[in-house]
């Protein structure tokens, strides 16, 4: 069952989604050539506990940090540790947190100094994408409507999609129904409705699709060593369009931008509920 959310649901998933994409910010600051990925966890938890939160991946699935820091050729899932950036590197940062029982999902990649033109160009793509697939998001559409967008885009600009782990519902728990792949045909899956909130995350290689696990259970890379971008976001389908959860202040929300949504303008909050085939077992999703 996918859950359509009341108003009041609405505000307090708005909330934390807002909370994350702050602190996600303050994250994205910090990043630069001998800074430690473990010292953006700290901050990041520090940060998500002084609001009252909660980090969502810690534990979940024994994963035991706040963020997911993912270096180079790592897709997802990397584990923050002792590791200092360099400059030329590429970082995505994932977090997630719970508050007031509902939880927030985001994800970023950004580059360490200056990176080189390839690897600025898979992070402009990949972001696109992102926009591309949250495009499509509008009750009557279909689930699979998103992941075609994106993979069009990403395979059009010579990239590829990630196939092993995928976007998701999100409300009151961290990964909810419908399942979200970032590639697929047009006008499958189930439709989407008003109230409906979705986390979509397309992980895009510079190389081929193929991932693997590494030792730790957890860091995800890429097969043949490529580099590989990720950006998420967590969405309401709403008065006919979507609107982006994860900014950091309303202003920001609502301001027409050229960015996003091919119904223009983010559409305001109204005034007011889950899962399949595991491409990823664990955590399955992205
Ligand atoms: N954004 C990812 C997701 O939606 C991160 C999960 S990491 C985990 O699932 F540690 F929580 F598994
Ligand atoms: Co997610």
Redesign the pocket.
């Known amino acids: 069952m996918i859950v359509c959310r009341s108003a009041a649901e609405l505000e307090r998933l708005a909330r934390v989604n807002q909370l994350v994409a702050r602190v996600l910010r303050e994250l994205r600051a910090m990043v630069a050539p001998g800074v430690t990925t473990a010292d953006l966890d700290e901050v990041a938890e520090t940060r998500l506990r002084e609001a009252g939160a909660e980090p969502a991946f810690k534990g979940y699935h024994g994963y035991p940090a706040t963020i997911c820091a993912s270096i180079n050729e790592q897709v997802v899932h990397g584990i923050p540790s002792s590791r200092a950036l360099v400059e030329g590197d590429i970082l995505s940062i994932d977090m997630?947190a719970k508050l007031d029982g509902f939880f927030g999902?985001c994800a970023v990649t950004v580059p360490v100094g200056q990176v080189d033109e390839e690897a600025a160009r898979l992070l402009k793509v990949t972001e696109e994408a992102l926009y591309r697939g949250i495009d499509q998001v509008r009750a009557g559409a279909r689930v699979s409507d998103i992941g075609a967008a994106v993979q069009a885009y990403v395979e059009a600009a010579g990239f590829s999609v990630v196939r092993e782990f995928v976007?998701?519902g999100i409300g009151t728990k961290l990964h909810e129904e419908p399942q979200i792949p970032n590639y697929g045909i047009p006008g499958r899956g189930p439709r989407l409705a008003e109230g409906m909130v979705l986390?979509i995350?397309p992980m895009v290689n510079f190389g081929k699709a193929g991932v693997k696990v590494l030792g730790d259970g957890w860091t995800a890379v890429t097969r043949d060593g490529s580099l590989s971008a990720h950006f998420?976001h967590t969405v309401v389908v709403v008065n006919g369009g979507s609107r982006i959860l994860t900014t950091p202040d309303t202003d920001e929300a609502s301001k027409p931008g050229p960015r996003r949504s091919a119904s223009g303008p983010q559409a305001a909050l109204p005034p007011s509920r889950t899962m399949a085939a595991d491409p990823q077992s664990l955590g399955g999703?992205?």
């Open positions: 997630g999902d976007g998701h986390a995350e998420e999703r992205g």
